[in-house]
């Protein structure tokens, strides 16, 4: 896929290479502004941009929509606990502790096969600290999960956030493992499911054309009836005909039906 932006023209063209076939759209179209986002999303995974935010002090590796779109859901569900896999610098952590605080409601389980020394320093002194329970282990280890669901409470609210290790097998055991705490109407993410779509960029691998997040995702949808992928409503839009997010995590949202 090759795509050429115009801006003295206010298109974009867009070339299927294996169809052999061009588009051209309006830029202030849903469809021009679809394509210059897909084209946005592979430059900024080249360029490393989601690595250059904090979240009060702690670095954060997310793109900010994700950030404001799961801040979203977090306020309407307002969950007695948020569970992350994978901590990195903590700035997830942190994030989700000041909404916490905000809400007065919530805990945050963070849960890594290595917290780094340093890391786990800023975390232990960052003044939300008390908000946030820490796991060093496997996410997928039998202790660990044991741990983990032992520190959430019967009946709590429970919202859970996958971004440890992103091969696909891993993914699905964590689907499986963590789901099983996720209320009704909550979610699990499975995130960074865009590896899919980054096979052939920098940073990648050929495998990730089938090992990734997206594809753990369906394979679960598609063998536990209890759940469904399905992007959260926007609570605001106002928007030229916009409905989709700008994401690392396409078809990630999987939400507890039953």
């Known amino acids: 896929m090759k795509v050429t932006i115009d801006t003295d023209e206010g298109t974009i063209n867009v070339i299927d290479t294996q169809l052999n076939s061009t588009s051209t759209y309006p830029l202030n179209s849903p469809t021009g502004f679809y394509w210059a986002s897909k084209a946005w999303l592979r430059c900024g995974w080249d360029t490393k941009h989601v690595y250059t935010f904090t979240w009060l002090g702690r670095p954060i590796i997310q ?35 000041s909404l916490c605080k905000n809400l007065n409601k919530g805990k945050v389980i963070g849960i890594d096969i290595e917290i780094r020394p ?115 409503h926007w609570l605001f839009n106002e928007s030229n005909g916009l409905a989709d997010n700008i994401t690392y995590w396409p078809d990630a949202w999987l939400k507890r039906i039953r």
Request: without cysteine; negative net charge; charged residues 25%.
């Open 118 to 232: 340093h890391n786990r320093l800023a975390i232990e002194q960052h003044e939300l600290y008390e908000y946030i329970t820490l796991y060093e282990g496997s996410s997928t280890s039998p202790e660990i999960i044991k741990q983990v669901k032992e520190n959430v409470e019967t009946d709590s609210t429970a919202l859970v956030v996958l971004d440890s290790n992103h091969s696909k097998m891993h993914v699905l055991n964590e689907l499986k493992a963590y789901s099983e705490l996720v209320s009704i109407g909550s979610y699990i993410i499975a995130t960074d499911g865009i590896m899919k779509d980054l096979a052939t960029a920098p940073r990648s691998k050929p495998d990730w054309t089938w090992n990734n997040p997206h594809d753990a995702a369906q394979e679960f949808a598609a063998e536990n009836k209890n759940f469904k992928i399905e992007q959260p």
């Open 63 to 97: 793109l900010p929509e994700d950030l404001l779109r799961l801040q979203e859901v977090i306020y309407q569900l307002k969950p007695d606990v948020i569970i992350e896999t994978g901590v990195a610098h903590g700035g997830g952590l942190v994030f989700y502790a």
